[in-house]
């Protein structure tokens, strides 16, 4: 009990001994050591919770703490109401419970509206809306059941049957995905939403399926809009094509004019039509024999006698000049004919290229190119132009990399212009938050207060309480009242004074004997001085 006593007294003088501004330090460094442990301690409140559901419906959310207050079980709602959390012993059983009542139900309804609903005396139009809901609210489920997909929303049109074909309404759907952080659908999973959606409703068409995320970007387009989004993606694919080649040239060029010393510019021109090629070869050397066609005719005629008939009978005959005729005819006649003909198939290739994508049909590039800059000291940097070599350079470095075809018609264009020096405020990452540092955040608090606790509380307490002057060792060791103490101090400087004195009476006897002038002159100043000081 006397140490406590001991150290509250040497705290109380400590305190005393402190000027304002200390006081008012030491007071701030407890208070923010104070407010520093109820942070740690009450906010890790939360953490003590653990998730029981998390990204709820407004309806499930509300649905699942009625239950909670129902049963009088703690709970905490984070994350905009969207996530519930209770103690951690009670998570298994909590979940077993709601989901045995049917919670959470998600988005939308599905076919049990029908075992909940009594359908004698229900019109077709409503059974048919009905029906509808239901369908949509099962492709909801299915479709929130992918990996990426927090939640999704279906809308069908459904047109009625008609009676001629030509008549006929072709039915759609819309699709709205909430997409959890970060996650992005790639075509592949987007295509297959679309046939899902397509293989559960008669009639309908994976064109004729629109998805949207909940950021309101188009993922896939209905048949309708495919020409617009093949114009769109055109435009994209241009504008990817010049950011890559600029972003390319540019990395190539600045290593020798140096870092943000260059600025290109590029505009390219594509043909997205599709061309189909057909190309016939024809080798001579490799002939293939097709058909054949071969005549052979021989013919002879030998001399005729006396008896032998003299030409045509009749008038014919008798006629002037007839008898001659059939005389030279008579003569050796012989006839020998051959023909051949052969048709050969010759070797054929037909080659058939069919052409669908991009193909560059022209090329510009601008090339800004800053000067050099030489530091002066004790002044302005010296500016100085390139030389028309060193642009020629750059040209031929950049014509090269970007495949420039002056037959193609395409330019290159470099320019040697100063920049100039604009200051750019740098507020990226003002608006960043906190979240997710919380446990960081405490934990660098907790070690931040505590070094601050031990080093300038603990320690200068410790050393001040070890640090006590002798006059106070030696009067708490001296026996008796306070006047005692304060009678033995008396004494002690007096004794002090009188040993103070008796060193400079000895001091000045020495001085005396060996140099007896400065010790008069020494004496003089002093009765000077108390004459000076009588008066």
């Known amino acids: 009990m006397d140490a406590l006593r001991d150290y509250l007294a040497q705290l109380r003088r400590i305190w005393d001994e402190m000027n304002g501004r200390q006081r008012f330090a030491l007071l701030g460094l407890v208070f923010l050591c104070v407010g520093g442990f109820a942070f740690i301690v009450f906010g890790q409140a939360p953490d003590r919770m653990n998730v029981l559901f998390s990204e709820l ?19 905490e709602l984070t994350d905009g109401g969207r996530t519930v959390r209770v103690l951690p012993p009670r998570v298994d059983q909590l979940r077993l419970e709601l989901v045995s009542e049917g919670l959470p139900k998600g988005s939308g309804v599905g076919f049990e509206v029908f075992d909940e609903s009594n359908t004698m005396g229900m019109s077709e139009f409503v059974q048919n809306m009905q029906f509808r809901r239901a369908l949509e609210g099962e492709l909801a489920r299915t479709i929130a059941s992918i990996e990426e997909v927090i939640s999704a929303r279906v809308h069908l049109v459904m047109p009625k049957r008609r009676l001629f074909k030509e008549e006929e309404e072709r039915p759609s759907a819309s699709v709205v995905l909430r997409l959890s952080n970060a996650a992005t659908l790639n075509q592949r999973n987007v295509k297959g939403i679309a046939r899902l959606i397509a293989s559960a409703v008669e009639g309908l068409s994976p064109m004729d399926v629109t998805i949207l995320d909940s950021a309101g970007t188009v993922l896939k387009r209905a048949r309708d809009d495919e020409e617009v989004g093949m114009i769109d993606g055109y435009h994209d694919l ?21 870092h943000d010393n260059v600025r ?5 021109s594509f043909d997205f039509s599709a061309v189909t090629r057909h190309k016939d070869a024809y080798d001579p050397e490799k002939q293939v024999a097709r058909s054949e066609e071969r005549v052979q005719e021989k013919r002879e005629i030998e001399g005729a006698g006396k008896d032998a008939p003299g030409g045509a009978a009749g008038q014919a005959g008798n006629a002037p000049g007839a008898q001659g005729q059939v005389a030279a005819a008579g003569g050796a006649s012989s006839t020998d004919r051959q023909t051949e003909r052969i048709n050969y198939e010759i070797d054929k290739v037909r080659e058939v290229t069919r052409q669908r994508g991009a193909t560059l049909t022209r090329l510009s590039l601008a090339v800004l190119v800053n ?13 100085e132009a390139r030389t028309p070599d060193e642009l020629k350079q750059i040209q031929a470095l950049v014509s090269r990399a970007a495949g420039i075809d002056e037959k193609r018609g395409d330019t290159l264009e470099v320019v040697n212009l100063p920049f ?17 540092m919380g ?7 907790a070690v931040v207060i505590a070094l601050l606790v031990v080093f300038l509380v603990a320690r200068p307490l410790l050393s001040q309480l070890k640090e006590i002057s002798p006059e106070l060792v030696e009067a708490a060791a001296l026996p008796g009242s ?4 304060a009678q033995a101090l008396e004494e002690a400087e007096r004794d002090a004074r009188s040993r103070k004195l008796m060193e400079q009476r000895q001091a000045l006897i020495e001085l005396a004997q060996d140099d007896p002038q400065r010790a008069a002159d020494i004496i003089r100043s002093w009765l000077g001085d108390e004459v000076h000081s009588d008066a």
């Open 420 to 436: 100039t020096q604009l200051v750019e405020m740098n507020t990226e990452g003002a608006g960043m938050g906190m979240t997710g």
């Open 439 to 445: 446990p960081i955040i405490q934990a660098v608090a």
């Open 57 to 75: 419906e407004p309806r499930d959310a509300q649905e699942i703490t009625k239950f909670l207050d129902n049963r009088k079980e703690p709970y």
């Open 264 to 268: 290109i510019e590029v505009a390219a």
């Open 482 to 485: 306070v006047e005692d103490v």
């Open 371 to 383: 000067g050099k800059t030489t530091p002066i000291p004790g002044g302005a940097p010296k500016y």
């Open 238 to 258: 241009v504008r990817q094509y010049e950011t890559n080649l600029e972003r390319d040239l540019v990395r190539l060029v600045e290593p020798v004019v140096g």
